[in-house]
């Protein structure tokens, strides 16, 4: 499967790098508005430039499209038109009605389009999801320095939109009620985002995103009967905390006596796996393409997370 790359930044440079070393796809082309850099990065990989993205698109049966938010939309569009493969970094696109109109394209066109919601692929999320069963509460940070890359868009977009996927993947009921808060600090939208999303069957989540803080933390605490999971998605650590019945008469755990009945409190911490998660996540890409597996963040997923971040925007305003 030949490959093209559009965007050539940070996130870009990543794509490059990993797509160059996969076996499974063959890097056809790269394009970028910046022609040094499209120039230098030709050269180190030994890569062809293409002179524009229609070049691009020409040379190339997928797209790896990492460019800015506010591009996504036209970009996918075309290649999904000429049909396609299609790669599109979080969020899909800046605003809901987008990524439906790309849904419905992608299904006329059958294309595989798949979103990069990468915290899917985060060893800790994997070794995490096993352990967690109906659960009631989510309490979830994410903090990250000032980093002048990623404020064409809110931080709920930019940040909190991976925790949003997250707790969707785990939730399997309808949301009720959003409220929001949050403050522009140093952007024209806002630095600090604090939401609470009440779902149908009485789950709660609290998120809180902040993208001018003096330290990184990336964690959720997850709460449910008997038990809580802590995941760590910056140091890719995993923790779980479970109440049992004491059954015998001595146990090295912590007890809880409340009269009636004994309960020990059991650490556990699973093995988890290193994985490149945006390398896993270029190759499910391609066992969708070529292997029928199924999308492992399609655009219909993206459109959840992104409906829930437009309401929260919304009140935040």
């Given at each position: 499967m030949t490959i093209g790359i559009v965007g050539l930044g940070h996130l870009g440079k990543i794509h490059l790098k990993l797509?160059?070393?996969?076996?499974?796809?063959?890097?056809?082309?790269?394009?970028?508005?910046?022609?040094?850099?499209?120039?230098?990065?030709s050269a180190q990989y030994k890569i062809p430039s293409a002179k524009n993205y229609d070049d691009l698109l020409?040379?190339?049966?997928?797209?790896?499209?990492?460019?800015?938010?506010?591009?996504?939309y036209e970009l996918a569009c075309k290649a999904i038109k000429l049909g396609k493969h299609v790669f599109i970094e979080k969020p899909a696109t800046l605003h809901l009605e987008e990524t439906q109109t790309l849904i419905k394209l992608a299904r006329e066109a059958g294309v595989i389009v798949q979103v990069g919601h990468v915290e899917r692929f985060n060893p800790a999320f994997i070794g995490a999801k096993e352990f967690i069963n109906n659960p009631y509460l989510f309490e979830v940070q994410r903090l990250a320095n000032y980093n002048v890359r990623g404020t064409d868009v809110s931080v709920v977009l930019d940040l909190m939109i991976h925790d949003i996927d997250l707790i969707l993947s785990l939730v399997k009921s309808k949301v009720k009620r959003i409220s929001a808060t949050g403050q522009s600090v140093v952007s024209g939208s806002a630095d600090i985002a604090n939401a609470r999303i009440?779902?149908?069957?009485?789950?709660v989540a609290n998120l809180t995103a902040n993208r001018i803080a003096l330290h990184?933390?990336?964690?959720?605490?997850?709460?449910?009967?008997?038990?809580?999971?802590?995941?760590?998605?910056?140091?890719?650590?995993?923790?779980?905390?479970?109440?049992?019945a004491l059954t015998t008469t001595h146990s090295d755990n912590p007890v809880i006596d409340n009269g009636d009945t004994k309960f020990e409190i059991i650490n556990t911490s699973p093995i988890i796996h290193p994985i490149n998660a945006i390398k896993t996540e270029?190759?499910?890409?391609?066992?969708?393409?070529?292997?029928?597996?199924?999308?492992?963040?399609?655009?219909n997923d993206a459109a959840a997370a992104l409906a829930i971040a437009e309401e929260i925007e919304a009140q935040i305003g």
């Open positions: 797509l160059h070393e996969l076996t499974e796809f063959k890097l056809g082309a790269i394009f970028d508005i910046n022609t040094t850099c499209l120039s230098d990065l020409s040379l190339v049966g997928a797209v790896s499209i990492v460019t800015p938010t506010p591009t996504h009440e779902f149908e069957n009485g789950c990184n933390i990336r964690k959720a605490d997850v709460y449910q009967k008997n038990a809580s999971v802590h995941i760590d998605l910056l140091n890719k650590t995993t923790h779980i905390t479970t109440i049992s270029l190759t499910d890409f391609y066992k969708s393409i070529t292997q029928h597996a199924p999308i492992a963040v399609s655009l």
